[in-house]
């Protein structure tokens, strides 16, 4: 085991830390799994930032940074997970699958036109920002920079008025 999976181990009271801050219980079915990740990002970390992990001040400094690090990196992780499951429930059935398809409730024609104009890409941005999330929170999950979440939705924009000005004009 390397020192700084050791060191991981010894401080895992942080990985603790950012678990109980998500709110999981041990009893949740992905816990150990989460926490085992946690550790991963613990040393991942570390390594990133030439830890001395020989310095008690230095480690200590550092866990204060991890703690806020692990909690980010597993909530990404758990929302990345809730969007590939609602995403990509497998079927036999074309129309059920079709309605799997996440839109804004009372869509109207444009708008459904619209999203079958969409990119991939385009359309999960779209889905995680009607969610509520951010663009840097967007960013995270679909791991984009937040510019370019940004240049995604000015697309998406610029898509729109271009199909409302073509229903306007015909």
């Not at 009271?13 to 041990?26: H, M, N």
């Not at 079958?116 to 951010?134: A, F, K, N, Y």
Request: glycine residues 2%; positive net charge.
């Amino acid at each position: 085991m390397d020192a700084y999976l050791s060191l991981a181990w010894k401080h895992r009271a942080i990985v603790y830390g950012a678990l109980k801050r998500l709110q999981l219980t041990a009893t949740a079915p992905d816990y150990a799994d989460l926490f085992q990740e946690g550790l991963l990002r613990y040393r991942a970390d570390a390594v990133k930032r030439q830890l001395d992990w020989q310095d008690a001040d230095a480690v200590m400094h550092f866990n204060r940074y991890a703690v806020t690090s692990i909690y980010y990196h597993l909530l990404h992780q758990r929302q990345a997970q809730r969007v590939e499951q609602q995403r990509y429930q497998p079927t036999d059935d074309l129309e059920a699958l079709l309605s799997t398809v996440v839109l804004p409730p009372n869509v109207d024609d444009l708008t459904e036109t619209l999203w079958w104009r969409l990119r991939p890409q385009q359309r999960q941005v779209l889905d995680l920002r009607l969610t509520g999330m951010s663009d840097t929170q967007v960013g995270r999950v679909l791991n984009l920079s937040r510019a370019r979440v940004g240049q995604i939705r000015k697309q998406i924009q610029d898509q729109y008025r271009a199909l409302q000005a073509q229903l306007k004009s015909s």
